[in-house]
């Protein structure tokens, strides 16, 4: 990428919300990867990358977790800055706070704030009534610090993103809602496959199509795990009950029970295929232990990518 086209690039991403990657156009999207993989080699490097020095990130959970609270934490402290861990139920919000007032005080304290939160509405009001940037670290709707990590780890391994194959195969949720918009964006090929009653969303699929049509993407949704898989060169799963859904379990395990990627399934798929996940996974339910721990997995460095993805993220907005 042109020395000018990143700058010209960068001075549009300051000050920006990262709430959902159909904000973002393909070049961003592509400069902010380029920007974790430059980002990554000077960690690697032990090079100094202080770019948020004096910064302070306050990051809101309203939903448990591992690999977003590790990565943003330790992600704005490489940047030089601070990252304040921020419970929902520390926070007034727990308390029936309005959300937008929420917004206007943190933000006359902090340069940044995440949240991973249930309901996408709360992250839009939440950016309504900030004065700083505001990153989705998660909601029911979307994940697009996952699939921004996801296509990094992918263009590491394969080299390039045009015309790859992307095989998901399992619940329609918020990362599938997230990868396909990537892949719109990206010029990847993105085949889904869910049981009746458990399709990604409608608009979602629609806006995705309506931006692959830029790119040339394909966006495929189906029923048979085979059909999607067929040719696949990274073949990805999530777990069949996310956060939230854990009275479903049983009910889903039946409905999901043709929907693991197995080595029987896996063979459908490119010989050199990449297995993704974006953890946390349950061995035997939606994948088995033979494929995501075997030689096609890549679902550690797919992991080490969200702490990289989101200093990009930061560094731009911030």
């Known amino acids: 990428m042109q020395e000018v086209v990143k700058e010209e690039l960068a001075a549009s991403l300051k000050g920006r919300d990262f709430l959902m990657l159909v904000d973002y156009t393909p070049e961003e999207i592509r400069y902010l990867i ?13 090079e100094t990358h202080d770019i948020l020095k004096g910064k302070t990130l306050g990051m809101i959970f309203e939903k448990s977790s591992t690999r977003t609270r590790v990565s943003f934490e330790t992600g704005i402290y490489q940047l030089g800055g601070q990252g ?5 139920n520390d926070l007034q919000i ?30 839009v009001e939440l950016a309504r009534g900030s004065r700083v940037p505001v990153i989705n670290g998660l909601t029911d709707l979307s994940h697009p ?3 921004l990590a996801d296509y990094q780890t992918i263009l590491e ?5 045009e015309g ?17 918009m990537g892949a719109a964006k990206l010029g990847v090929n993105i085949s889904v496959a869910t049981p009746e009653g458990y399709e990604p969303s409608a608009d979602m699929v629609q806006q995705s199509k309506e931006h692959a049509a830029e790119t040339g993407a394909t966006i495929h949704i189906c029923r048979d795990p085979k059909e999607a898989i067929a040719d696949a060169d ?10 939230g859904q854990e009275e479903e379990q049983k009910e889903r395990e039946l409905a999901f029970a043709n929907y693991q990627i197995n080595e029987a399934l896996a063979k459908y798929a490119k010989d050199d295929y990449l297995f993704m996940h974006c953890l946390p996974a349950h061995r035997g339910e939606e994948v088995t232990e033979g494929v995501i721990d075997g030689k096609h997995s890549i679902i550690y460095d797919q992991a080490e990518n969200r702490l990289h993805a989101q200093k990009a993220i930061m560094a731009a907005i911030m």
């Open 145 to 147: 610090c996952q699939a």
């Open 234 to 243: 990274i073949v990805y799963s999530d777990v069949w009950a996310s956060m």
């Open 84 to 88: 304040l861990f921020l419970s929902s």
């Open 157 to 161: 391994h394969k080299g390039t993103l």
């Open 34 to 46: 380029e920007l974790a993989i430059e980002l990554k080699r000077k960690l690697k490097a032990g």
């Open 94 to 123: 727990g308390r029936g706070e309005p959300i937008l007032d929420t917004a206007q005080v943190l933000s006359r304290y902090l340069d940044g704030i995440m949240i991973r939160t249930f309901a996408h509405r709360t992250v």
């Open 164 to 180: 790859l194959k992307v095989a998901y195969i399992g619940d329609g949720n918020n990362v599938v809602h997230s990868l396909m």
